[in-house]
């Protein structure tokens, strides 16, 4: 594999802090290679020797707002049981539902555009059906859960102008911890 060329916005970018606008189809070349690159970028930033190769910090979500483009996309790359790559690529999405049952991370949230240790705990849902578009417009709709239910509202946020940081309660990070379950 070869590693793409993707800058990746840091948090102090204004970009970042903007709200994302609606994707219209078909697709550009550009977006689809962009998806392409992102997709990649994140399967080698979970592979050990890659992120050694390239001194990368592994990631599982990227918004396209975060490579400079503020348009509703984001795509997921999880890591299976059997060392496979599950990927989703989300286009104009939007929560339909979510459960009341809150989870947080418990080792922390992290994102490629955060390069610091931050203290606290993000409160988000356990379940969440979202309505999304692929890349060839067709809408479709799918419930995630657990892990990557967190994966897709920590990008979504990140469509909305809105870093995992800014969720977390300035004067108690820990706050409400009693009433979340530890992922």
Same mark, same amino acid.
């Given at each position: 594999m070869k590693l793409p060329k993707i800058k990746? @916005?840091?948090?102090?970018?204004?970009? @970042?802090?903007?709200?994302?606008?609606?994707?219209?189809?078909? @697709?550009?070349?550009k977006q689809k290679q962009d998806i392409k690159d992102m997709i990649t970028y994140l399967t080698m930033s979970q592979i050990e020797e890659e992120q050694e190769k390239y001194n990368l910090r592994a990631g599982m979500g990227l918004a396209y707002v975060q490579i400079g483009v503020p348009k509703r996309i984001f795509v997921i790359v999880e890591e299976l049981e059997d060392g496979s790559f599950k990927n989703y690529v989300v286009i104009n999405p939007e929560i339909i539902s979510q459960s009341e049952e809150m989870i947080f991370v418990g080792e922390g949230e992290g994102c490629l555009s955060v390069n610091r240790e931050?203290?606290?705990?993000?409160?988000?849902?356990?379940?969440?059906?979202?309505?999304?578009?692929?890349?060839?417009?067709?809408?479709?709709?799918?419930?995630?859960?657990?892990?990557?239910?967190?994966?897709?509202?920590?990008?979504?946020?990140? @469509?909305?102008?809105?870093?995992?940081?800014?969720?977390?309660?300035?004067?108690?990070?820990?706050?409400?911890?009693?009433?979340?379950?530890?992922?």
């Open positions: 990746i @916005l840091d948090e102090k970018n204004k970009i @970042l802090h903007q709200k994302s606008t609606e994707v219209t189809f078909p @697709l550009t070349a931050v203290e606290g705990i993000v409160p988000r849902c356990a379940r969440i059906t979202v309505k999304a578009y692929d890349e060839t417009g067709k809408e479709y709709k799918i419930r995630v859960r657990e892990d990557i239910a967190v994966a897709f509202q920590h990008e979504i946020d990140h @469509l909305n102008g809105i870093l995992f940081t800014e969720r977390i309660n300035k004067n108690n990070p820990y706050q409400n911890i009693d009433k979340m379950r530890e992922i």
